[in-house]
């Protein structure tokens, strides 16, 4: 047989194997295809090859792998534009957590599948696009794709796939009853126990079909429609139906097998299996992110862990112990935080994207008033190339190792015990939409109703308007001075409403996401003069002694800041043998060198948080901005970092609640400390502050000390906050 009659054979013998989803077989056949296409140089053959390598690699868990595969499948022919090349990639995003961008993807290839007369493959994308809507809580929309998807198959003959696309559209129900009614009537989940109990038959009659059983993912709804029944017995009867551990079955389908074995467990009082079932859930999905390298891939990731998590939260909810409920929250938040990779990989390429990418935007920031149009294609073009590092990023596989072992209140309550000074970790979640805190001491752990999440949001969005207007010199001193009155208002009453009932006196460690962490809690009135730590989980930090030798210190100042050379030299004063870099000399590769080699960083620039494309956020060199994306995988030698930038410490919450931006990204890359402004700061404050701050981080090594004894006599509210970890809680 010649080069092109195997590459055939083994293309359709590796398809069979995937129907069959024997995924091994079928990569080895997918291989050898790709050898004979090579071999008789036939593009098209090549790329359908490479394409098959990747959708096996994906099946098979090597979703970094897949991608790779695919992108080089398009590279091999540019012109294959009947949509499978989309509907694969969009695939292996949706098993990364990257499901808005899944969504997305899907769309366009359900056109160009529908141009082609694809029928099959585009009732496929409309079933995926169904899942990502689902995980995206749009409901409604998942329901009708799902539905259409199922109508496709019907008509196709595709009875495996029509009963899937069926337990779909009884998922979103499902879920969208859990999520945002509060519980159906055991009438309504009877019900629906019983629609997806016919399917289960229908299902198993058709069998399974690329991995995928439709009998056991409709018994998965079934089940957790009979537990919200009240009917357990059947519940349970129902689960000792399906394959122990489902080994076999796709990582979605495993975390959901595990979340159903935890509700039923956590609903008959075994708390002790519902943890067994929690913990076997949370370390698959450890295990899934490791084998993922970036850190958008990792934080991505959480969405598939919402519904586990959120079981284990209301579980300890209904137990009163606030140190359950402690744990609980620390063990979903610990499963996605720390390092995505812990050495950068070796992408000259993407290098290359951002060094045009910010010659551009350094090119839009030079031009005047009149040149609008020219600063905004400028900044479309630069916006394109980001997107195409971003996808880049995604293609690069996992090496972080071990997971982050989350926190419990035991081990807290006896770092606290340790110190002195009356220590307080509050650890805040909203349920039912009142904000709650768990707040944990040294003589125990108790949960504080805080009151309605709302109210509390609605002051943060105000602190951050009132910062932007009092920062502002170019707004009149009059409505500057109603805008600092209404911040100090603000900042009083979210004192009142955050602090008071927690009785924190001593160190406080807070732990939050948004919008808690835009809080300023160092300019709260009751924490002035006292160390302030924020975090979004119980990260472990410092164990060793203080360093009693020389530390090695870099101060840059950025372009535009009025006082930023004279702030970077009077940081530089404070410290013997310090770098400090102005005008000309502050470049990007000089920092981001000193990020991985210097013990502090202090950076007087301007920055950004882009809230869309948090990875973008960025700090503004003389060449260009420096973007969090390029120190993705960088490893930070513990260092303190201190960023001297507007708002540059801004985070965006993700599907999922895991947090995108240069901050925490500095964090997952191993600085101990990092000290951000959460609102506006003005250049003429910041160049006050931070030579203080200084003077104290260089006697003490003690960054939380040091922010609130720079901020102690400081008239103004400084929006200043130190991201940390507790301190005595040892890495591991």
Known sequence: MGHRDLATTFLNRGAVYSELGDFSDALSDYEAAHEHAAALGHSQYIAFALHNIGYARY??????????????????????DDGIPELGRAEVLFESGLLAEAEQLLATAAVRLSRAVLRLEHAESEWFRARALMGLLRFDDARAQAAQARRRFERGGQRSMAAL??????????????????????????????????????????????????????????????????????????LAELPRGMFSAPLTMRVQHYTVQAELAFATDDRARGLRAVRSGLGLLADHRSRLGSVESVTAAAAHGVDLTRVDVEAAVRTGRPAV?????????????????????????????????????ARARELGAGESKERERLTRRASRIQGEVRERSWRHAGNAGAVQRPATAREVRGVLAAGSNGSV???????????????????????????????????????????????????????????????????????????????????L?????????????????????????????????????????????????????????????????????????????????????????????????????????????????????????ELDGTPLPGSVVILSSCEVGGSSQVLGGELLGLTSVLLRLGARAVIASVAKLSDELAARVMPRLHAHLRETDDPEAALAAALRDVAEPVPLVCFSSVEGLAAG
């Open 325 to 361: 409920l402690f744990d609980a929250l620390e063990r979903g938040r610990a499963t996605f935080a720390g390092a995505g990779r812990v050495t950068p990989p070796d992408d000259p390429e993407a290098a290359a994207l951002l060094t045009e990418a910010r010659g551009l935007l």
């Open 509 to 629: 460690y807070v732990v939050a996401r948004e919008p808690l962490l835009s809080v300023p809690w160092a300019a709260l009135p009751s924490r002035g003069g006292l160390r302030t730590s924020v975090n979004s989980y119980v990260a472990r930090g410092r164990t060793h002694a203080r360093p009693t030798g020389e530390r090695k210190l870099l101060a840059a100042a950025g372009p535009g800041v009025r006082h930023g050379a004279a702030e970077a030299r009077a940081v530089g004063q404070q410290w013997p043998g310090a770098t400090v870099l102005t005008g000309k000399d502050a470049v990007t590769e000089q920092v981001r060198t000193a990020l991985a080699t210097h013990d502090v960083v202090h950076l007087a620039t301007h920055g950004q948080h882009d809230a869309d494309n948090p990875l973008f956020a960025s700090i503004d060199l003389v060449d260009g901005p420096l973007f969090a994306h």
């Open 59 to 80: 099946t098979l868990g090597n979703l970094p792998g897949a991608l790779e595969s695919m992108e080089r499948a398009v590279d091999a022919d540019p012109e294959w």
């Open 425 to 507: 970790v509050a650890s805040f979640l909203v349920i039912d939409d009142v904000l709650r805190c768990v707040r944990v001491d040294a003589a125990g752990v108790t949960t504080v109703d805080i009151g309605p999440a709302d109210d509390v949001i609605e002051r943060v969005r105000r602190l951050s308007a009132d910062f932007a207007m009092a920062a502002n010199d170019l707004i009149p001193a009059p409505l500057r001075a109603a805008a600092t009155a209404s911040l100090a208002r603000n900042l009083k009453a979210l004192d009142t409403v955050l602090l008071a009932p927690l009785h924190a006196d001593g160190d």
């Open 165 to 238: 696309a069926r337990v779909l559209e009884l998922e979103a129900s499902l879920t969208e009853a859990v999520r945002l009614s509060g519980g159906p009537s055991r009438a309504i989940a009877r019900r629906g126990a019983r629609e997806a109990m016919t399917v289960a038959a229908a299902g198993d009659a058709a069998g399974p079909t690329l991995g995928y059983h439709p009998g056991h993912a409709a018994r998965l709804v079934a089940a957790r429609w009979l537990v919200l029944a009240g009917d357990l017995d059947a519940a349970r009867g129902v």
